[in-house]
């Protein structure tokens, strides 16, 4: 995508002077007219077909290609004789390159759709197995809790269930990329919507060691998916009290700040190095790499969050504290307020 960028750029920069150079000419404006006009359509076409199967940055790159398109329509319906030919040589020069631009694309969109099927194909699979697992081993610590094998038993409980929840969250991170992931949209009263998780968050909290504040001011009402957002709350508290000092505190603030709902944690750790700052949202990406997956999970948590809030029409940002420490924070439309 970014040598489509480069591409429309050189496009647009080539034809800028053609056209302050336009004189009136009727031959020139009808000959254009037919040829340019239909050449222009086939581009505006491969630009849709690229919109539509490109990544999230096609869009970014497709305006510079539509602002080339403009400008190449006046010039073509516009210049005189010699003009003429060569911004035609020009469109015809671009269109083959954005037509090799749409077929990479297309093979992307195979590779992704391949890739998400697989494993959203492989976590079906192991749903099964893990919880058939789980369940013979629960069977046998009531069987026998006394056990010498109790320890073991307890221990394939405790990782089945994590590796239940990792499948869990790959599943979900495959059907946001195939589709729009099912929401139950209604109005929460947001009073009521704090109220009610602060416990859970709490205990996720105590859990790795960490004592949790509250700031919450937010009132009125929204529009979003109960559980979802109370899912990306969660994920927020339980890594800022993971990457937070043991025994430390973390706040749960809420707010709503120019029609839009604002949540979010902040831990008193060491915040959050400039260079990674950009990549927390991404799959699998771990800040501290010298945490074992069973300290740190898998790092998905994080990317859930933004597929989540991205998904309402919101967006989710991380950035450090002056004082030390990073916050994690999201923006939510106040569609219900």
Not at 23 to 33: G, I, K, L, V
Not at 171 to 182: K, T
Not at 214 to 228: K, M, Q, W
């Amino acid at each position: 995508m970014d040598r489509l960028h480069r591409l429309a750029d050189e496009y647009y920069s080539d034809f800028r002077p053609a056209i302050d150079a336009y004189d009136t000419n009727p031959s020139a404006f009808t000959a254009a007219s037919d040829e340019g006009l239909a050449m222009l359509s086939e581009l505006e076409l491969a630009a849709r077909d690229i919109d539509h199967f490109g990544e999230q940055r096609a869009a970014a790159s497709l305006r510079t290609v539509d602002q080339a398109a403009d400008t190449a329509r006046f010039t073509l319906l516009s210049v005189l004789g010699g003009s003429v030919l060569l911004g035609m040589g020009l469109a015809y020069s671009t269109l083959s390159r954005v037509r090799q631009q749409q077929q990479t694309a297309q093979q992307l969109a195979d590779a992704l759709r391949a890739k998400n099927a697989f494993v959203a194909d492989a976590s079906h699979e192991l749903r099964t197995p893990l919880t058939v697992l789980r369940a013979n081993a629960e069977v046998a610590l009531e069987i026998d809790p006394a056990s010498v094998q109790s320890e073991l038993l307890g221990e394939i409980v405790r990782e089945s269930e994590r590796m239940t929840h990792l499948v869990e969250d790959m599943l979900m991170l495959a059907r946001s990329d195939s589709s729009p992931l099912p929401f139950q949209i209604e109005a929460v009263g947001l009073e009521g919507f704090f109220a009610q998780l602060v416990e859970r968050a709490r205990t996720l909290a105590h859990d790795r060691g960490a004592s949790l504040e509250l700031d919450l001011s937010a009132t009125g009402s929204a529009e979003f998916d109960r559980s979802r957002i109370e899912q990306v709350v969660f994920i927020l508290v339980d890594n800022a009290a993971k990457h937070g000092p043991t025994g430390g505190s973390i706040s749960l603030g809420s707010q709503v700040q120019s029609s839009k709902l604002k949540v979010e944690v902040m831990d008193r750790g060491p915040g959050i190095p400039e260079s990674d700052l950009p990549l927390i949202f991404e799959r699998f990406y771990r800040v501290d790499k010298s945490r074992t997956r069973k300290e740190g999970g898998v790092g998905l948590g994080l990317a859930i969050a933004r597929s989540i809030i991205e998904a309402h029409g919101g967006w989710i940002e991380a950035l450090n504290r002056p004082e030390g420490g990073s916050i994690l924070r999201f923006y939510l439309p106040m569609r219900g307020s």
